[in-house]
């Protein structure tokens, strides 16, 4: 059930989630700053993410990979604006949770195509819920122009999020052959 992780794994997934911080941060935090509301970058992120989804889960299909992968992404995100507020420490246990929740979805689901679908939809609107709701018991600024917009954002990163899941599968069909994919999967 549980593999081991070798040394080039991790490496991956610690340098995966440097680079969709890195990607994040430029584009999404520009977004938040222009608006000034919370989450407001999910249009780009959730292209971003549902890229990373495929791609991620088709090189490393092992269970802990998504929970290592957010909890590097999540304490990378810690002192910016990404995810909410700078110094926001729920950003952590809210993305680990998410973490488990899409390694244990996705072990369930086999790692097969439709799953990763499903799977994302649902860890979505969970993480988007658990950053709302720890946003408003702090009473993090902007975050009550979130609470007014949710019902409109969740399924907008869902529908966007569609469209990287099939950036993602096409980028999966014309990379899956290469020589660095099968080093990363002995």
Known sequence: ????????????????AALIFVINLTIGGAINSATGIPLSSIFFTSVIFGISVIIFTKILPKFGTWTLFLLIYSILELPTSLGGAPGFWPKIPINVITGILADITLYFVNYKKWGMFVGFYVLATVNMFLFAFFLLLLKIPGSDKLLKILYILIPA???????????????WNRIKDKR???QILD
């Open 180 to 182: 660095i994919i099968r």
């Open 157 to 171: 990163y869902c529908i966007i999020g569609t469209i990287g899941l099939f950036m993602g599968l096409a980028i």
């Open 1 to 16: 059930m549980l593999k081991k992780f070798n040394t080039k794994q991790l490496v991956f997934i610690a340098l995966a």
